[in-house]
């Protein structure tokens, strides 16, 4: 079966560039979110969007942007990168989002270096 | 504040044995819980989803309990194996936080040979 596929696995930047994380979800899922993964710490929802809106916000930064497209598939850029970026940064997608109940799958991950 | 723990951080058994681990959660309104398997440095897996309404999900030797009114889930292994060695989180997402999932810190699980 088709799962979450996210690019690129890795990246590697140095301080105050920019980088942008890609997210392709399970086919027919209309709904995508984004978590981040510190060192040591458990995922903490960023962001996510439903039918190319977005449906909630979580603690993440004003230098992060993130949208869905008419494809569904999302993007998250993020600017001014700062060494505690360094993380794993991961999409999860759904069929619904407000008001139901429906799994999040999640994508392997993007492993995000900042130096 | 709506969080969620999980206890032990840490468990190690040897192979064959039955285990528990658990989550509890400081608020009863929940959609809906699930579990994951997160190995080192991967993706987080979906084990079993319990929606609010049920009591329970099995998935071959997966056995997950919900018990809203006390905020607490457990996850049942049985017949462990050395391949079950990762991290398990529980992760909740609430009524009234949108869809958001809130994680737990998770269990780090060994299973020896």
């Known amino acids: 079966a088709a799962g979450v596929i996210q690019s690129p696995r890795h990246l590697i930047k140095e301080k105050r560039e920019t980088a942008t994380l890609k997210c392709y979800p399970i086919p027919r899922h209309d709904t995508v979110y984004w978590y981040q993964q510190g060192p040591g710490q458990d995922p903490q929802f960023l962001i996510s969007f439903y039918e190319k809106m977005q449906s909630d916000k979580g603690s993440i930064p004003d230098r992060f942007s993130a949208q869905q497209f008419s494809d569904y598939h999302s993007e998250l850029n993020m600017s001014s990168l700062e060494l505690g970026d360094s993380a794993l940064y991961f999409c999860?997608?759904?069929?619904?989002?407000?008001?139901?109940?429906?799994?999040?799958?999640f994508g392997p991950g993007t492993r995000l270096t900042v130096t | 504040k709506q969080e969620v723990t999980q206890i032990p951080a840490a468990l190690s058994v040897p192979e064959g044995e039955n285990l528990v681990l658990n989550c509890s959660f400081t608020?009863?309104?929940?959609?809906?819980l699930q579990w994951f398997r997160q190995d080192p440095g991967k993706g987080l897996t979906s084990l079993l989803l319990?929606?609010?309404?049920?009591r329970e999900q099995t998935s071959g030797r997966l056995n997950a309990s919900l018990d809203k009114s006390s905020g607490r889930s457990t996850l049942y292994i049985a017949a462990s194996q050395p391949g079950d060695s990762a991290t398990y989180l529980c992760a909740v997402r609430w009524e009234t936080s949108g869809s958001r999932l809130t994680f737990g810190e998770g269990t780090q699980l060994t299973v020896n040979p």
């Open positions: 999860a997608s759904s069929f619904g989002a407000l008001g139901r109940s429906y799994e999040q799958y």
């Open positions: 608020d009863s309104a929940i959609y809906n």
């Open positions: 319990i929606q609010s309404s049920q």
